[in-house]
Every structure is written in C-alpha cells, then in structure tokens.
C-alpha cells in the first residue's frame, strides 16, 4: 500500500508574490512603463523592460525608437529604471538604404562622466555614393564627436540628446560639409551601468 503523501496548507506561488509599477527614469519623464510581479524585492534588481520611444514622450514619429530599461531601485511597491540601451527599427533602417548610396557604420565606446561604459553605433547614410577615402573621413568624425561628447558629459545628457535627436543634428552638419548626407543617426546604444547603481 502506497504511503500517503503528508498533507498540509500549500500556498499558491502567485498569492505569495507582490506586483509592482516600473518608471522609467527621471530624465526620460519618470513614465509609467508597466507591471512586473516577484516575491521578493531583491529578484527585480537587472530585471529589463522595454519601450517605444513614442510612448514616453508622446511623440509618434518616435516609434521606431526602442529604449531599454533596467530596474535599479525599488521602493514600496514602485520600480525605478536606469536607461541600458536603445535601438532602430531594423525595418526603419533598410527604409534608409538606397539604391547607389553608402551605408557607413562606427561603433563608438567610451566611458561616461558620471562612470557608465557606453557602446554606441552611428549610422551614415549619404545622398550618393562616398568612395573609399570619403568613408573614411567620415567614419573619423562621426567616432571623434561621439567619443568627446560621450566622455564629457553624464549618461543623462547623452541620452537627452539622442531622444532630442541634437546629437544626430550636430554630426549631420560636420559630415554634409564632406559629402552630400541624407541623415545620420545613433541608431543602438548599449550601456553597462556602474556597480553601484547596477
């Protein structure tokens, strides 16, 4: 006869978790980003959500933008973010590409004021099509003026200026007095927060 299993109270797994509303940070406007659960504070620590841009500054032509956050801070029953990374639309991007013109891509790492280390790919598309020694050029000033502003300035301020699209702005008028430029973008970005706030 098969012994009987003991019996006892068995408390169901999502009755002992608690859900909690996730922001994202304040220099992205604090926005509500949604609901995670856990039962325990602690398992939220790194946990990643994700966004369009357009929701957080309700701006639709921003859609194409995907922000990456992390949770960095809990407190009660509210999460809060620390921006990790964003990226382009693939399908936005190829909508960029054209027939006789050049792609020119840099991937750009540097450190940030404030200690966070930042991977970055700029993006080239110009209006015809740049030869060798043209990419090259380029390729230098677009990784220059990212890498010194990156350096120069806090994640915050680098972020800012990607969602603004300033920074875009500004390598666009270096790199049209070389070569006739459809648009530049940061189109990915990739960031390993400090110990202290990952």
């Not at 500054?57 to 964003?86: E, W």
């Not at 080239?124 to 990212?146: G, M, N, P, Y």
């Not at 008028?173 to 530049?184: A, Y």
């Amino acid at each position: 006869m098969a012994a009987k299993k003991p019996t006892g109270r068995r408390v169901d797994g999502w009755k002992a978790k608690s859900w909690y509303k996730v922001y994202s940070p304040d220099n992205v406007g604090k926005v509500y980003l949604g609901d995670t659960v856990a039962d325990d504070p602690s398992k939220l620590m790194g946990r990643v959500m994700q966004a369009p841009l357009s929701e957080l500054v309700n701006d639709y032509t921003k859609q194409n933008v995907k922000m990456k956050f992390a949770i960095t801070n809990v407190a009660g029953d509210a999460a809060y973010t620390s921006f990790i990374g964003h990226e382009l639309a693939r399908d936005f991007i190829r909508s960029l590409v054209k027939r006789r013109t050049s792609r020119i891509d840099c991937v750009v790492n540097f450190v940030s004021k404030d200690g966070c280390k930042v991977r970055a790919t700029v993006t080239c598309f110009t209006l015809t099509r740049a030869d060798q020694s043209q990419q090259h050029e380029i390729r230098k000033i677009l990784t220059d003026d990212v890498l010194t502003f990156g350096k120069e300035n806090e994640l915050g301020v680098f972020v800012n200026n990607i969602i603004n699209g300033d920074l875009a702005k500004e390598l666009f008028k270096k790199v049209k007095e070389l070569h006739p430029v459809r648009r530049v973008e940061v189109i990915k970005t990739k960031v390993e927060l400090p110990k202290s706030s990952a």
